[in-house]
């Protein structure tokens, strides 16, 4: 009788409860529901377990050795040693040889450290941990992609290698980079200089510019070449013999100014590009006389890298340049003409946070010339030597700022957003030929923008 209800006690349940060696007291049940009907038991990786049985077993066994290992501490104790992850099986036997259970036993890595260090890093993080065989799986959203790398290097400190990365970033990932291009260039050149013509029926001379295209002084009257600019001619007789006294002087002042800002958006961890302009052919010569053509591009150029660190803290790797073509610098190829370039150009990395500006660049250049020709001698004459004396001058600035904005920006409905085109349409024919009116203006904000005339305020219009 006593031998039927061990039986029956195997058959109905056993419970095993796991009991760690040290520390509060915790319980985690196995169920037996029927003969032979697997369970399962989670032990942490280099840590063990204590399990109890209600039924007295005889003999037990573990599949495989390297992921646990177990011994007897008494007829219903057992002692279990997680060694390796994975998954492994215990059996239990009567005294009979009769099967009690086969208990699952899966060993894993232990992760309750790396949860408390995760909490204590990064404590309103929404990150979930899994055991997968000897890896870690992190899953959950985080607020930026530096806070991701950091929980990822911290796991990569518990599973060296065996890291899986299933988590996402929210918050806004997209940044538009507004750049301003700011160029003033101002020049100012003076010259003074003299030139003094003798001529008569048997001699001539001269000093300084031609009087005459054909530098013929013996003609009845002195006449300045074509090209002269700010250029005043004293003409007179004495006797048979013509006096010239030619006297140029001429002050100029230039200045340009360029402006440009582009905008562009790209998505944070993503490259984009942009270039307004064009591209100059470039003959290139090859082997055997070949020649083929390479096109440069010139105009406004900007690559960048946006990341966004942390909130709206946002790492910018930027490439950045504005070129022209510059005919004054061209050289002769192989019977062509190939023109040069001014180029701009600023390359660097900067981190701002939303709506900030930086100043990225900054060239300020000032060129300096000034030129003495005169006739030896008779120039360092005082008074008198200015007549025998050329001089010129001049100066040229340039001052160049890269200035960079970058906004955190969502998409918006389409209507929100107002074109270009959207201000003016064609005319009508009674516009056209009875008013010369060469368009119309549309309805709304962006027909108040089209009504300004070109002196004041232009550009883009965003609702």
Same mark, same amino acid.
């Given at each position: 009788?006593?031998?039927?209800?061990?039986?029956?006690?195997?058959?109905?349940?056993?419970?095993?409860?796991?009991?760690?060696?040290?520390?509060?007291?915790?319980?985690?049940?196995?169920?037996?529901?029927?003969?032979?009907?697997?369970?399962?038991?989670?032990?942490?990786?280099?840590?063990?377990?204590?399990?109890?049985?209600?039924?007295?077993?005889?003999?037990?066994?573990?599949?495989?050795?390297?992921?646990?290992?177990?011994?007897?501490?008494?007829?219903?104790?057992i002692?279990?040693?997680?060694?390796?992850?994975?998954?492994?099986?215990?059996t239990?036997?009567?005294?009979?040889?009769?099967?009690?259970?086969?208990?699952?036993?899966?060993?894993?890595? $232990? /992760?309750?450290?790396?949860?408390e260090? *995760?909490?204590?890093?990064?404590?309103?993080? &929404?990150?979930? #941990? %899994? @055991?997968?065989?000897?890896?870690?799986?992190?899953?959950?959203?985080?607020?930026?992609?530096?806070?991701?790398?950091?929980?990822?290097d911290?796991?990569?400190?518990?599973?060296?290698?065996?890291?899986?990365?299933?988590?996402?970033?929210?918050?806004?990932?997209?940044?538009?980079?507004?750049?301003?291009?700011?160029?003033?260039?101002?020049?100012?050149?003076?010259?003074?200089?003299?030139?003094?013509?003798?001529?008569?029926?048997?001699?001539?001379?001269e000093?300084?510019?031609?009087?005459?295209?054909?530098?013929?002084?013996?003609?009845?009257?002195?006449?300045?070449?074509?090209?002269?600019?700010?250029?005043?001619?004293?003409?007179? $007789? /004495?006797?048979?013999?013509?006096?010239? *006294?030619?006297?140029?002087?001429?002050?100029? &002042?230039?200045? #340009? %100014? @360029?402006?440009?800002?582009?905008?562009?958006?790209a998505?944070?961890?993503?490259?984009a590009?942009?270039?307004?302009?064009?591209?100059?052919?470039?003959?290139?010569?090859?082997?055997?006389?070949?020649?083929?053509?390479?096109?440069?591009?010139?105009?406004?150029?900007?690559?960048?890298?946006?990341?966004?660190?942390?909130?709206?803290?946002?790492?910018?790797?930027?490439?950045?340049?504005?070129?022209?073509?510059?005919?004054?610098?061209?050289?002769?190829?192989n019977?062509?003409?190939?023109?040069?370039?001014?180029?701009?150009?600023?390359?660097?990395?900067?981190?701002?946070?939303?709506?900030?500006?930086?100043?990225?660049?900054?060239?300020?250049?000032?060129?300096?010339?000034?030129?003495?020709?005169?006739?030896?001698?008779?120039?360092?004459?005082?008074?008198?030597?200015?007549?025998?004396?050329?001089?010129?001058?001049?100066?040229?600035?340039?001052?160049?700022?890269?200035?960079?904005?970058?906004?955190?920006?969502?998409?918006?409905?389409?209507?929100?957003?107002?074109?270009p085109?959207?201000?003016?349409?064609?005319?009508?024919?009674?516009?056209?030929?009875?008013?010369?009116?060469?368009?119309?203006?549309q309805?709304?904000?962006?027909?108040?923008?089209?009504?300004?005339?070109?002196?004041?305020?232009?550009?883009?219009?965003?609702?």
């Amino acid at each position: 009788m006593a031998f039927k209800a061990m039986i029956a006690a195997a058959l109905t349940g056993l419970a095993l409860t796991s009991i760690p060696m040290t520390g509060p007291a915790w319980a985690e049940g196995l169920r037996i529901v029927k003969k032979g009907t697997e369970t399962q038991l989670s032990v942490p990786m280099n840590r063990a377990v204590v399990v109890e049985s209600d039924v007295p077993f005889s003999e037990l066994s573990i599949a495989n050795p390297g992921i646990a290992d177990i011994s007897s501490l008494s007829d219903r104790t057992i002692y279990v040693l997680g060694k390796s992850p994975g998954l492994t099986t215990l059996t239990l036997l009567d005294a009979t040889g009769r099967l009690i259970t086969n208990v699952d036993v899966r060993v894993s890595a $232990d /992760v309750s450290e790396f949860k408390e260090r *995760l909490r204590q890093i990064l404590p309103n993080e &929404k990150i979930e #941990v %899994r @055991t997968a065989n000897d890896g870690i799986v992190l899953s959950g959203t985080v607020s930026s992609a530096a806070r991701l790398q950091r929980a990822m290097d911290l796991a990569e400190r518990y599973a060296p290698e065996r890291v899986s990365n299933l988590m996402s970033v929210g918050g806004v990932q997209q940044v538009m980079l507004k750049v301003r291009f700011a160029e003033m260039q101002r020049s100012v050149s003076k010259s003074l200089s003299s030139s003094v013509a003798l001529g008569g029926t048997n001699f001539s001379a001269e000093t300084g510019t031609w009087l005459q295209g054909d530098n013929g002084l013996n003609q009845p009257s002195l006449t300045p070449k074509a090209d002269s600019l700010g250029a005043i001619l004293f003409g007179f $007789d /004495v006797g048979s013999t013509q006096v010239g *006294l030619l006297i140029e002087a001429l002050e100029q &002042k230039g200045m #340009v %100014r @360029t402006l440009a800002e582009p905008n562009l958006s790209a998505l944070s961890g993503q490259e984009a590009k942009f270039l307004a302009g064009g591209e100059y052919p470039v003959p290139v010569p090859q082997d055997d006389g070949v020649v083929t053509v390479e096109f440069k591009p010139f105009g406004i150029e900007m690559n960048f890298i946006p990341r966004v660190i942390d909130g709206d803290l946002i790492n910018l790797e930027l490439n950045t340049a504005v070129s022209a073509i510059d005919p004054s610098n061209s050289i002769t190829l192989n019977g062509s003409q190939v023109a040069a370039f001014t180029r701009r150009e600023a390359s660097t990395t900067v981190e701002m946070r939303d709506g900030e500006s930086f100043a990225i660049a900054g060239l300020i250049q000032d060129d300096f010339l000034d030129n003495n020709a005169q006739l030896p001698w008779l120039g360092d004459v005082p008074i008198l030597g200015a007549l025998f004396r050329s001089t010129d001058y001049k100066r040229s600035q340039t001052e160049l700022v890269i200035i960079i904005s970058a906004h955190l920006v969502t998409p918006t409905r389409g209507e929100a957003l107002s074109l270009p085109t959207d201000r003016v349409k064609p005319p009508s024919e009674n516009d056209l030929f009875l008013f010369g009116r060469v368009s119309r203006t549309q309805n709304g904000p962006a027909a108040e923008v089209a009504r300004q005339d070109f002196s004041g305020s232009y550009g883009y219009v965003m609702d």
